[in-house]
């Protein structure tokens, strides 16, 4: 089974915190949806013995796009790739565009999975963040989602300058109190080149702190754990059934097609990844040329990714596959770079699989470098 994902370039305003790829002008997005359409076709040749499970639709703000849009896009995919009887297909929204008729206009078309980006329920981080969307914003829309969506997750930001350990608990419970089924929750992250970056180093916004965003974290496990969802991936939680299909391909190494200006692909040996620029984009594929590049991923590269994606999930990293795929000697070696960690009680093994305990669960991408193979092709 396979994913295709598409990128849809354009958002309202530009969040603080944002690094991904988008514009702000919507001037060419007539001319982005059929771009995206001629992509579709010209790469269909590439998932030819593929079937396709999952469709997702992230950005930027695919909630930007028009219905009939996003289901033109839905509908091309259908006559160019094999796709399963019950593809999970995701759109990513913002609040602001999930009207009750536009709610009921989307509960009527392909989409069975929304994501909406609520990030906080409270005004302050909202407007510390630059989002496009208020609190009643947030809130009323959930109220209308849930009568019409029974797949929904929501993302939800720790960590925020100001953000009390009272009021994340109060985001928290807000979200349990709608009845959602999937919570993603990252910490504010201050990335290069942003407006969050540039507020810091003038001293208009504090930098966040690792010390409280780790307790926020600690305090979502606990209270999500409690109202019975599966923590199953570091940044995600899910009630049985409702994991999602689209990141949990990313993370057990299926492959996925990416359509768009800046989206990623992965075939098993390769990765390739397309311009981040919209006229780039558009010129190539007028041209009937794939604005991409490519590398093939090396066997330190594989053990590496899989090192990563795997200790972040509750799937954890299988010895014996280790030992399968990149011998016994890389086994043996990971199992050294292991022990403090082990010893420090900040990863366990179960049977033949090294995970994360709760105390390192945290901590996880910096123990996954720690276990990166170096230099060694």
Same mark, same amino acid.
């Given at each position: 089974m396979s994913g295709i994902y598409i990128h849809i370039p354009f958002c309202k305003q530009a969040c603080h915190y944002c690094d991904f790829h988008f514009s702000t002008s919507m001037k060419k997005k007539d001319e982005m949806v059929l771009a995206l359409e001629k992509e579709l076709q010209l790469r269909a040749d590439e998932f030819r013995n593929e079937m396709v499970e999952t469709i997702y639709f992230g950005g930027g703000t695919p909630s930007i796009l028009a219905v009939d849009e996003i289901v033109f896009l839905i509908d091309k995919i259908y006559e160019n790739y094999n796709v399963a009887d019950t593809p999970e297909i995701t759109l990513e929204a913002n609040p602001d565009d999930l009207s009750k008729d536009r709610i009921i206009e989307l509960s009527k078309s392909p989409i069975n999975r929304l994501s909406i980006g609520i990030q906080s329920f409270f005004e302050e981080d909202l407007s510390l963040m630059n989002r496009a969307h208020n609190a009643h914003d947030a809130r009323i829309c959930l109220v209308e989602v849930v009568k019409h969506f029974d797949n929904i997750s929501i993302d939800l930001i720790y960590g925020i300058p100001g953000l009390s350990n009272e009021r994340w608990i109060q985001n928290i419970e807000t979200a349990l109190s709608f009845g959602i089924p999937h919570i993603s929750s990252y910490a504010l992250t201050v990335e290069p080149k942003t407006a969050l970056r540039k507020l810091i180093q003038s001293g208009?916004? /504090?930098?966040?702190?690792?010390?409280? /965003?780790?307790?926020? !974290?600690? #305090?979502?496990?606990? &209270?999500?754990?409690?109202?019975?969802?599966?923590? @199953?991936?570091?940044?995600?939680?899910? &009630?049985?059934?409702?994991?999602?299909?689209?990141? *949990?391909?990313?993370? $057990?190494?299926?492959?996925?097609?990416?359509?768009?200006?800046?989206?990623?692909?992965?075939?098993?040996?390769?990765?390739?990844?397309?311009?981040?620029?919209?006229?780039?984009? =558009?010129?190539?594929?007028?041209?009937?040329? $794939?604005?991409?590049?490519?590398?093939? $991923?090396?066997?330190?590269?594989?053990?590496?990714?899989?090192?990563?994606?795997? $200790? %972040?999930?509750?799937?954890?990293?299988?010895?014996?596959?280790?030992?399968?795929? !990149?011998?016994?000697?890389? %086994?043996? @070696?990971?199992? %050294?770079?292991?022990?403090?960690?082990?010893?420090?009680? #900040?990863?366990?093994?179960?049977?033949?699989?090294? &995970?994360?305990?709760?105390?390192? &669960?945290? =901590?996880?991408?910096?123990?996954? *470098?720690?276990?990166?193979?170096?230099?060694?092709?």
């Open positions: 208009n916004i /504090a930098a966040p702190n690792d010390d409280v /965003a780790r307790e926020q !974290f600690l #305090l979502l496990v606990d &209270k999500l754990e409690q109202s019975e969802f599966i923590h @199953y991936e570091l940044s995600n939680f899910g &009630k049985n059934n409702y994991f999602s299909k689209n990141n *949990s391909s990313y993370w $057990l190494g299926k492959k996925y097609l990416g359509i768009g200006p800046s989206a990623h692909s992965y075939n098993g040996i390769s990765r390739s990844w397309n311009v981040s620029n919209n006229s780039l984009y =558009l010129k190539s594929i007028q041209e009937n040329k $794939l604005p991409s590049e490519a590398e093939v $991923l090396s066997p330190t590269d594989r053990y590496n990714e899989y090192i990563m994606t795997g $200790l %972040r999930t509750i799937w954890g990293v299988d010895l014996d596959r280790i030992e399968r795929e !990149f011998g016994a000697e890389r %086994r043996n @070696y990971l199992l %050294r770079q292991a022990a403090r960690f082990i010893d420090d009680g #900040l990863l366990g093994i179960d049977g033949c699989i090294l &995970k994360t305990t709760t105390k390192g &669960k945290f =901590l996880t991408d910096g123990i996954a *470098s720690d276990l990166f193979l170096i230099n060694l092709e």
